[in-house]
Nanobody, 125 residues
Framework: QVQVVESGGGLVQAGDSLRLSCAAS????????MGWFHQAPGKEREFVAAISQRGVNRNYVDSVKGRFTISRDNAKNTVYLQMTNLKSEATAVYYC??????????????????WGQGTQVTVSS
């Protein structure tokens, strides 16, 4: 049984940093592209970042480039999203996703094999 579990969300001030973690089990983690999405209230789930199976390729939505970093530790079956200089518009539920058969440039939310339940990030201004 595959489980994808996010953690690390919370309430922070604008300008602060936060690191999200996503632990996956029940799958061969190193075979999967991992992605982060976020969903703000009343909005659709949107792509934030993705990382290839060995971490060689990374892709980010333009709005977070230079501030967010996606990384992974295949020995720990975990992917991370380091977020710095957070802005109020980052307030959302952050979801982790895993997919075996896509490239990091495929940013659509459709077709990912597995999703986590999400972790709330709230940025106060």
């Amino acid at each position: 049984q595959v489980q994808v579990v996010e953690s690390g969300g919370g309430l922070v001030q604008a300008g602060d940093s936060l690191r999200l973690s996503c632990a996956a089990s029940g799958l061969t983690f190193s075979n999967y592209v991992m992605g982060w999405f976020h969903q703000a209230p009343g909005k659709e789930r949107e792509f934030v970042a993705a990382i290839s199976q060995r971490g060689v390729n990374r892709n980010y939505v333009d709005s977070v480039k230079g501030r967010f970093t996606i990384s992974r530790d295949n020995a720990k079956n975990t992917v991370y999203l380091q977020m710095t200089n957070l802005k109020s518009e980052a307030t959302a539920v952050y979801y982790c996703a895993a997919d075996r058969d896509r490239s990091t440039s495929q940013t659509t939310r459709d077709g990912w094999d597995y999703w986590g339940q999400g972790t709330q990030v709230t940025v106060s201004s």
